[in-house]
């Protein structure tokens, strides 16, 4: 196997810390710029700012419009990504290596120098407002959106990240440039670069822009408060109409900050990851109740919910939840023996690995792992983190996380109300 | 390792006497290996009372066999850190698993064993005949189901891309055991299928494997091949589709060349011209300009047979029937007064990078082999950033008038309705 080089971390007086990856394999080259906030600061009346921003800063520039920079960038073969998870902003992107100059330089105009026309902004909200709108033809958008509401409550995990069609409509130009204002502050912004780019040369880019980007004098809103979850579990129903129904359900889990945090996530995979888990092969393999049936955690900084979910008949939705159920108090009931430990290590290491073939895979590995506030040297230790791991611990962590109240929300039917 | 001038893997290619072919790319960067079995074999292989039988077959593949159950299969491969699944298409049944490397042959046998001695064990088919039916209910939910089928059964009139892979609730009810047994006794012989071995292995090795797994099978006789070739439209066909949904989606375009064909590259040269990016022609004129729609794109679908150029776009329900006449419009500026050469640069150099892109992964290379090396055509792997950068403007106007016949769109309407169809 080709033996990873080390990485050049730098930290720049403006609070940007950047992580360069060398990499010989292939000719492209990944950036990924993460800054911390985003949707998670914003008032409820401007919920979407973030994204509306975002997407907003890509289509015009002090030097250049919307068309002048998708030229310029298109021909180049680059595009630019753009994503607000809700502890994030995210802004990458990637291209063939050759163009790494050009295309950073386009990306550094989009960074410091964006206007937000007002002919802009409106294209982008109604995108965005008809984004809203196109996630009610998903019904697993439709269940999480919901569960999110009832698990999160206040706190802004529990609103969609891009906002209402209200707080949307309700945004100006004049707002998008002011969080722009307050937001994308180089202090404690991480930038990653992955590629096949002497360091020598990336090194005066990555200064010049380090000089360049000056932190705002407005501080960064500040940071909400924790989570408060239910102390009581909670069954709510989401009526709408599609032919199949859904039951997602899930637990208060702890954020990535939390040293059991391995722990809960192996203890997801065991009993939900894969088709050889104990969810999938109850609900759909014996019970045939549902195609799609999973669990998941996602990794966030304040607060989390372990989560397990099923699409199935109107008429087997009841079944389908009592069988989620009865795996779970089997999972707690059950001591965890050494193979199904192992197996679930290994599974979970394998595609950890697997997840890591691409420049921008690894990009973003590496600065979400640094946002998050577990250290870029995370991406590296968590695979080790799995492995030592014992029984005991995950099978304490899953009882602890598991026997929380929980919420459990039923999109169904109209009709079947 | 053989690289291409790009530093891609050339990848060793190989046919086996009774006629697999076989695709080895060697690359040690990452201790992981994507395995992966192609079958030529999809919904334009069933009519009637098959419909949906590759892809239920597809289902039963990994339900066991004689030696091994469903529940083992699934726990060997990710007990060592792998994912197994698969994907039927229109042409294509494909299997795959993905894996570190270190345990790859016995995977690679147990993946084998499942495509070609299959046990079908009739409880499994019964159950998992309630599994697919869920997986149509999720289907019909989806208002892209309905864009995608309603396209292609509009565009192919005559050929069996029209087909609807999933089948329908009535033809999955009706489905038989035989009927599935028979469609892998026709289709899963060794001279209809390409195994594509992509990662940390040794070419040596992995030879030697297909060798012992799949040397000694006899090859098959296949069934007539169906009509793949679409014969010229005569007449535009727009369709709408009203049913639940938040928006419009619009989905119009014409039959193009078939894989064999010369101008399989230029045509998708010409889709991303026409709508690859955000300074594409379709993008800035609709969405920038006019202000018509949220999203626009077209792309070239290939085919073994003809292929398709497809404008797909997302707009309110009040600009959805006018919409088809708008991309008319702006294709006959197209067709009067081309592209410059500029556009045509700018959508090259996006296939160039998005070609790249999906060639990181080795699942990426391996499916891109299998899907070419299935259909008869592996060169077009090989030699795909060759021929992508000989393309010229001057070459997509006459193409685009060659097959769109004067601009004859055909495609579907799908819009929101005020009463659910379903």
Redesign the interface.
């Known amino acids: 196997?080709?033996q990873a080089e080390p990485l050049i971390v730098r930290q720049f007086p403006n609070g940007l810390k950047w992580i360069h990856r060398p990499v010989t394999?292939?000719?492209?080259f990944a950036f990924n710029l993460f800054i911390p906030g985003g949707s998670i600061n914003e008032s409820p009346s401007q919920a979407g700012l973030s994204r509306l921003m975002a997407s907003t800063m890509v289509k015009g520039t002090q030097s250049r419009n919307?068309?002048a920079l998708?030229?310029e960038l298109?021909?180049?073969?680059?595009?630019f990504n753009v994503d607000t998870p809700p502890d994030a902003l995210s802004v990458g992107g990637?291209?063939?290596a050759e163009h790494w100059e050009k295309t950073l330089d386009l990306f550094k105009d989009v960074l410091l120098h964006p206007v937000f026309p007002v002919a802009e902004v409106e294209?982008e909200r109604?995108?965005l407002l008809?984004d809203l709108?196109?996630s009610?033809?998903?019904?697993f958008s439709v269940a999480e959106e919901r569960f999110r509401k009832e698990m999160f409550g206040s706190h802004p995990y529990g609103r969609p990240d891009g906002g209402t069609p209200e707080s949307v409509a309700s945004l100006t130009a004049k707002d998008l440039s002011t969080w722009y204002g307050r937001c994308v502050s180089p202090r404690g912004a991480v930038l990653v670069t992955v590629g096949h780019v002497p360091v020598k040369a990336l090194t005066p880019w990555m200064e010049s822009l380090a000089k360049d980007w000056i932190a705002p004098a407005l501080g960064t809103p500040s940071i909400p408060p924790v989570v408060v979850y239910s102390t009581q579990s909670v069954t709510v129903e989401e009526p709408h109409?599609?032919?199949?129904s859904f039951v997602m359900m899930g637990y208060p889990a702890v954020p990535i900050t939390d040293q059991n945090y391995p722990a809960v996530k192996l203890s997801n995979v065991l009993l939900g990851g894969?088709?050889?888990s104990p969810l999938f092969?109850v609900v759909?393999?014996?019970g045939?109740?549902?195609?799609?049936v999973s669990s998941f955690y996602p990794s966030r900084r304040f607060g989390s919910a372990f989560v397990v979910y099923a699409?199935?008949?109107p008429k087997n939705l009841l079944l389908a939840e009592e069988k989620i159920k009865f795996v779970i108090q089997e999972f707690l009931r059950t001591p965890l023996s050494e193979e199904d430990l192992?197996?679930g290590k290994?599974?979970l290491?394998?595609?950890y690995?697997?997840s890591?073939?691409?420049?921008?895979r690894m990009a973003w590995y590496l600065g979400w792992w640094e946002l998050l506030g577990k250290g870029y040297a995370y991406d590296a230790h968590y695979p080790d983190l799995l492995q030592s791991l014992t029984a005991a611990d995950v099978h304490r962590v899953a009882q602890e996380t598991l026997s929380l109240p929980s919420i459990t929300v039923r999109v169904v039917p109209p009709t079947a109300q | 390792m053989t690289l291409l001038p790009?530093?891609l893997n050339a990848g060793l290619v190989k046919t086996l006497p009774n006629g697999l072919r076989y695709v080895i790319l060697e690359?040690?960067?990452?201790?992981?290996v994507s395995l992966q079995i192609w079958v030529r074999c999809g919904g334009v292989n069933e009519s009637g009372p098959t419909s949906g039988v590759s892809h239920f077959l597809e289902h039963m593949i990994?339900k066991g066999t004689d030696k091994v159950s469903?529940?083992e299969i699934?726990?060997i491969v990710?007990?060592?850190?792998?994912?197994?699944n698969a994907a039927t298409g229109g042409e294509t049944t494909q299997y795959h698993i993905?894996?570190?490397s270190a345990q790859w042959e016995h995977s690679f046998e147990i993946l084998a064993a499942s495509v070609l001695t299959p046990s079908f064990p009739p409880e499994e088919f019964e159950?998992?005949r309630?599994?697919?039916?869920?997986?149509i209910?999720?289907r019909?939910?989806?208002?892209q189901s309905d864009v995608w089928d309603g396209f292609l059964e509009a565009l192919y009139t005559k050929t069996p891309y029209r087909q609807r892979v999933i089948g329908s609730a009535e033809s999955v009810q009706k489905m038989t055991r035989d009927l599935m047994v028979e469609q892998h006794r026709l289709y899963y012989v060794p001279n209809n299928m390409a195994v594509v071995i992509a990662g940390?292995v040794k070419t040596k090795a992995v030879e030697k494997k297909i060798r012992a797994v799949f040397g000694a099978l006899s090859k098959g006789v296949l069934p007539p091949a169906p009509p793949l070739i679409e014969p010229p439209a005569n007449s535009t066909d727009v369709r709408v589709i009203e049913r639940?949904?938040?928006?419009a989606h619009v989905a119009v375009g014409f039959v193009g060349p078939s894989l064999a064909n010369p101008d399989q590259v230029p045509m998708d040269v010409l889709a991303a011209t026409l709508g690859g990016?955000?300074?594409s022609r379709l993008y800035?004129v609709l969405?920038?300009e006019k202000?018509q729609v949220?999203?626009v794109s077209a792309s070239f679908i290939s085919h073994a047979g003809s292929g398709a150029l497809g404008i797909f776009a997302?707009c309110p329900p009040e600009k959805a029937m006018s919409l088809p006449n708008d991309i008319f419009f702006l294709l006959g500026d197209v067709e009067f007064n081309g592209f410059s050469t500029?556009e045509v640069?700018?959508a090259k150099?996006?296939l160039?990078?998005a070609w790249?892109?999906s060639?990181?992964?080795?699942h990426g290379q391996a499916a891109q082999w299998g899907f070419y090396t299935v259909l008869g055509h592996p060169e077009v792997a090989a030699t795909y950033l060759k021929k992508l950068e000989k393309v010229t403007a001057a070459e997509l106007k006459p193409l685009l008038v060659k097959y769109s016949l004067g601009r004859m769109l055909t495609g579907v309407i799908v819009t929101p309705s005020s009463r659910?169809s379903?």
Do not use: C
């Not at chain 1, 109409?241 to 199949?244: L, R």
């Not at chain 1, 890591?356 to 921008?360: F, I, L």
């Not at chain 2, 309630?130 to 997986?135: D, F, G, M, N, S």
């Open positions: 196997m080709a394999h292939n000719q492209i919307a068309l998708a030229q298109e021909s180049l073969g680059a595009a990637q291209v063939v294209k109604e995108s008809n709108k196109a009610r033809e998903s019904i109409p599609f032919e199949q894969g088709m050889s092969r759909r393999e014996e045939t109740l549902a195609y799609d699409g199935t008949d192992q197996d290994n599974y290491r394998g595609q690995l697997m890591h073939q691409t420049n921008s | 790009s530093g690359d040690h960067t990452t201790p992981v990994f469903a529940n699934s726990k990710e007990s060592n850190g792998g994912s197994i993905d894996m570190p159950k998992e309630h599994v697919i039916l869920e997986e209910k999720r019909n939910d989806d208002p940390d639940t949904a938040q928006q990016g955000q300074s800035r969405r920038e202000r949220w999203s997302e500029e640069e700018r150099a996006q160039k990078s790249l892109f060639q990181e992964t080795y659910p379903r």
